[in-house]
């Protein structure tokens, strides 16, 4: 069973920065796509940032540079550096995963079959 387990949330100022955690365990494919989403209160969950077992990466057009995404393999992590941050980024950010490589570095919601439970990120202005 895949569990994902997020952590490093909090409340920062804008222009502040973030990194966030999550550690992976359980699963067993040799592919797979480990992707960050978030969703605000009243909208819809949107993907943030994916990377693939390979290294291939996808980031979502509103990162713009900001937001760096990573793995540390030894350690079955995934990570997410957050830069200048904005309150616009206020929202619950979870871990995903999936082993549909296509689907997944695409960011697609349906595609992940595994997600954390999330960590709240504020950002005041």
């Known amino acids: 069973q895949v569990q994902l387990v997020e952590s490093g949330g909090g409340s920062v100022q804008s222009g502040g920065s973030l990194r966030l955690s999550c550690a992976a365990s359980?699963?067993?494919?040799?592919?797979?796509?480990l992707a960050w989403f978030r969703q605000a209160p009243g909208k819809e969950r949107e993907g943030v940032a994916a990377?693939?077992?390979?290294?291939?990466?996808s980031y979502a057009d509103f990162v713009k540079g900001r937001f760096t995404i990573s793995q540390d393999n030894a350690r079955n992590t995934l990570y997410l550096q957050m830069n200048s941050l904005a309150p616009e980024d206020t929202a619950m950010y979870y871990c995903a995963e999936t082993s549909d490589i296509s689907g997944g570095l695409a960011l697609g919601v349906p595609y992940f079959d595994y997600w954390g439970q999330g960590t709240q990120v504020t950002v005041s202005s």
């Open positions: 990377i693939d077992s390979d290294g291939a990466i």
């Open positions: 359980g699963y067993t494919y040799r592919k797979y796509c």
